[in-house]
């Protein structure tokens, strides 16, 4: 089944074309990564799809629905986590369920026992049950975003949309993020797309990658065919030695791969 179709899509903004006729299908279950320059269109190609913003021409379809605003079953996590640093990791986890059950219950914590068992839930699949209770603003970079994620599960989507993110964090910790985002990815059977900056991470995690160059998608396959002529042809001029790594060097099972810190 394609749960995601992006069907001739072009954005605007001005005279910048942002994202120019892309087309692609994903089925459900798929995990794409989106990679490309910096100003390529990653983000306005995951914003558009989210619904937060609408395209010029073209239509994305998310199960068969056009995506015309947000929709609680599309999660979208961003670079900058998110979340409140004064609030313990479950409090930041619970306020999730926002979009679906309303601000004030959220804010007011009338969430029933199932909401809070959400919560528990989802900062078990990223690693974090023993830190609930912790304040956000005492967690590392990495624990922050894994919050984020964890907050993004509570909404119950089918579709998880993450912008870049791993930007901020250093390596190590970037990969620990990535693999917690791919188990609860698999674990949920959720359909993810992901923008992301580091190749060798992007190779390590992505299960299919398209990739955009002045808003124009210019790739589109699986990990065997990015070959290192892919990765030139889509960062140009800029330096790809040490981005590629080799197929002996992958994960062969990045689920089994997760960090257990
Ligand atoms: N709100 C906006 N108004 C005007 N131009 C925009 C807007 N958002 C994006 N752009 C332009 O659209 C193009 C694509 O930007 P986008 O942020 O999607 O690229 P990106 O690949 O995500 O870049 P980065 O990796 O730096 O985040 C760029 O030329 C950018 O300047």
Do not use: W
């Not at 954005?11 to 910096?38: H, N, T």
């Not at 004064?86 to 619970?94: C, I």
């Not at 990658?209 to 065997?224: A, E, H, Q, W």
Request: glycine letters at 10%; hydrophobic letters at 40%.
């Amino acid at each position: 089944m394609t749960y995601i179709e992006v069907d001739g899509v072009t954005k605007r903004f001005g005279d910048v074309v942002a994202l120019d006729d892309v087309s692609f299908e994903v089925p459900a279950g798929e995990f794409v990564i989106v990679l490309g320059v910096s100003g390529s269109g990653k983000s306005t190609l995951l914003r558009t799809m989210s619904g937060l913003l609408s395209p010029t021409d073209g239509e994305i379809r998310i199960d068969g629905e056009p995506m015309l605003a947000p929709r609680p079953e599309v999660a979208m996590i961003f670079q900058q986590h998110n979340i409140i640093g004064d609030m313990s990791a479950y409090a930041n986890a619970l306020s999730g369920g926002i979009n679906q059950f309303g601000f004030f219950s959220s804010v007011l914590q009338l969430q029933d026992e199932s909401e809070k068992h959400r919560a528990l839930d989802a900062l078990d699949t990223v690693g974090l049950l023993g830190e609930s209770e912790q304040k956000a603003r005492r967690m590392s970079g990495g624990q922050q975003q894994r919050v984020g994620i964890a907050r993004a599960l509570v909404q119950r989507p089918n579709v998880l949309l993450a912008d870049e993110p791993v930007a901020s964090l250093d390596p190590g910790s970037a990969q620990d993020v990535m693999g917690y985002l791919r188990s609860a990815s698999e674990e949920r059977d959720l359909t993810t797309f992901c923008s992301l900056h580091q190749v060798n991470i992007a190779r390590k995690f992505g299960h299919r990658f398209i990739g955009l160059r002045d808003g124009k998608k210019v790739f589109d396959g699986y990990r065997d065919d990015l070959t290192i002529d892919v990765i030139d042809d889509l960062y140009g001029d800029i330096d790809t030695e040490g981005m590629f790594v080799s197929r002996e060097n992958d994960a062969e099972n990045v689920a089994d791969d997760v960090a257990t810190t």
